[in-house]
């Protein structure tokens, strides 16, 4: 069991950062690929980005390469995303997730209660 809390969301102007935080509980975190979704009003979940338990596969979609960046500490049981350069599309709830897979919703088994990222322009 795996319980997921996400923090570092907000208000932040196109061209900004933020660093969002997805802390773990649980025993057997890193042994799960850590994933981050997004999901906009009225839009479905979409995968972000996504990184196996040892950190040596790294997936990104291809609307965030560039720009965002996912790490994990295994020690400190967190995830990562630290977002650059945002736009207003980036404006989203966004999830953390650990599971087996890699871009599909339902390869997670555990996800996060989500945190607000709202982007101006």
């Known amino acids: 069991q795996v319980q997921l809390v996400e923090s570092g969301g907000g208000l932040v102007q196109a061209g900004g950062s933020l660093r969002l935080s997805c802390a773990a509980s649980?025993?057997?975190?890193?042994?799960?690929?850590m994933g981050w979704f997004r999901q906009a009003p009225g839009k479905e979940r979409e995968f972000v980005a996504a990184?196996?338990?040892?950190?040596?596969?790294?997936y990104y979609a291809d609307s965030v390469k560039g720009r965002f960046t996912i790490s994990r500490d295994n020690a400190k049981n967190t995830v990562y995303l630290q977002m650059n350069s945002l736009k207003p599309e980036d404006t989203a709830i966004f999830y953390c997730?650990?599971?087996?897979?890699?871009?599909?919703?339902?390869?997670?088994?555990?996800w996060g209660q989500g945190t607000q990222v709202t982007v101006s322009s």
């Open positions: 997730a650990a599971g087996r897979g890699v871009v599909r919703t339902t390869e997670y088994a555990y």
């Open positions: 649980g025993r057997t975190f890193s042994s799960y690929t």
């Open positions: 990184m196996s338990w040892s950190g040596g596969s790294i």
